[in-house]
């Protein structure tokens, strides 16, 4: 069965550092998206994506916050200058939304940790 | 303010017993309504929804969940729970207004099932 994939699974990083968080959607998916839970909060809504420009965004994703999809696979979410507030564990999700249910269908997550 | 509610951290049951874990939700509309589960160091697994027709909407692994419009209430259940069905459970809500496809999160409920 096809599946997201997100790498890395854990991301280390310093302050004021960028990082890049990928995510391969599944193949014949035309929506992405990002969601961030923060330890013991809930999952928040970051962005959504469809026909290469954002479709939504929250006030969360602010211009620290980037995506691209710069081949046909490959998704990524990247933030400029980390800040410590952005430790959280990061979902990437796609869905179809030419099938009835347009189920959004998640990756395991990258846990990034900002020292 | 939109908002999902899961009034139980945690739900304990024996095997064997039924289980029912809560949801109540405030968004506008006719939102669609989701169950995912996460089991320890995995992503987010989709479990069921509803979108429209049948207030008993039937998921993966035996899991069922009830749609009630008047209390905006979707609360998942199962017949007879096992000890495998331990894990974190969330409720989701897409208000579904143009192209808003985000899901709004519940905190999660942790399920424990014992032998």
């Known amino acids: 069965e096809p599946e997201v994939t997100q790498t890395p699974s854990h991301q280390v990083t310093q302050m004021g550092q960028e990082v890049i968080l990928r995510c391969v959607p599944i193949?014949?998916?035309?929506?992405f998206y990002w969601y961030r839970q923060i330890l013991g909060q809930k999952v928040e809504f970051l962005v959504s994506f469809y026909n290469n420009e954002i479709s939504e965004k929250s006030e969360i994703f602010d211009d620290q916050f980037s995506v691209e999809r710069p081949d046909g696979s490959n998704f990524t979410l990247k933030i400029r200058s980390t800040k410590l507030e952005d430790s959280a564990m990061y979902f990437c999700?796609?869905?179809?939304?030419?099938?009835?249910?347009?189920?959004?269908?998640f990756g395991p997550g990258t846990r990034l940790t900002v020292l | 303010a939109q908002s999902v509610a899961q009034p139980e951290d945690q739900v304990n049951v024996a095997e064997g017993n039924p289980l029912t874990v809560k949801c109540t939700y405030s968004?506008?509309?006719?939102?669609?309504l989701f169950w995912y589960v996460q089991y320890p160091n995995r992503g987010l697994q989709f479990l069921l929804k509803y979108i429209t027709g049948d207030n008993l909407v039937k998921g993966s692994y035996g899991f069922e969940a009830e749609f009630n419009k008047s209390q905006t209430s979707f609360h998942l259940k199962k017949p007879s729970a096992l000890v495998s069905d331990s894990a974190l459970y969330f409720c989701?809500?897409?208000?579904?207004?143009?192209?808003?496809?985000?899901?709004?999160w519940g905190l999660g409920t942790s399920l424990a099932v014992n032998p």
């Open positions: 968004v506008s509309g006719n939102p669609y």
């Open positions: 989701a809500v897409s208000p579904r207004a143009g192209n808003n496809r985000k899901l709004i």
């Open positions: 999700a796609s869905s179809d939304p030419r099938a009835l249910t347009d189920t959004q269908y």
């Open positions: 193949s014949n998916h035309l929506y």
